[in-house]
């Protein structure tokens, strides 16, 4: 297991402003405890843009026998749907937050981490191919209604016992899109949902 400590994270120069300090360790939190409490399976990440919060679940389980699997388009945002529209989420458009494989590899490299299976698409055409067969933690961080929706159809079946997933953006008004696929979610699956700042931890 690796010597990764959680305080790294207050005194790091973290690589972009997409995840705050506070919700980073949590969300590294939450892997750790799953790892801890001998939860199985594979560690995900849908919305990894260039890396911010992925190198440091790869730094958590360098050493391990799990894997780092990231997904994003590398073509920044889809378009929103009407679950996605808010007044105050005016910046967030299609094509915001492009960043390129080549530039997530870099950072990756320079954190000195296994190399993570790194899957550039669309969440809306991955298949169960393109997933672990064995899930025990997932970061959501996709930003949209289906964003969100699409990852969690596709990650549910393969969740192992006491598996978490962290959904972003939860409690963010300008992204409500985040909570509607959650909240709806959760009315036909169960899982226990508490939430941290903008973060929705869902205790499956
Ligand atoms: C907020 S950023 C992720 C931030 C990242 N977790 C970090 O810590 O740096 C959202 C990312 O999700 C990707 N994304 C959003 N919706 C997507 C979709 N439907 N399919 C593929 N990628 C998507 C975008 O390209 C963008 O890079």
Known sequence: MSAFSLHSID???LLSDQVD????KRIVQECQQVIEKGVTGDVV???CYVGTSSV???KLIEGSDRQLYLYDS????PEKVAKDQSPVGLQFRSGELLATKRQLITNLKRANVTMPVIKKGWFSDLTPSDVPANIGFAFL??????SVMDPLKLIWPNLTPG???VVDDYANEALPGAAHA????LRTHSGKLTVYASLAIIQT
């Open 11 to 13: 005194r790091d120069v």
């Open 21 to 24: 300090r506070r919700e980073l």
């Open 45 to 47: 990440e849908f919305g």
């Open 56 to 58: 440091y679940l790869a």
């Open 74 to 77: 590398f073509e920044g945002l």
């Open 141 to 146: 961080d996709g930003d949209y209604y289906h």
């Open 163 to 165: 598996a978490v997933i």
């Open 182 to 185: 959650v909240n709806e979610w």
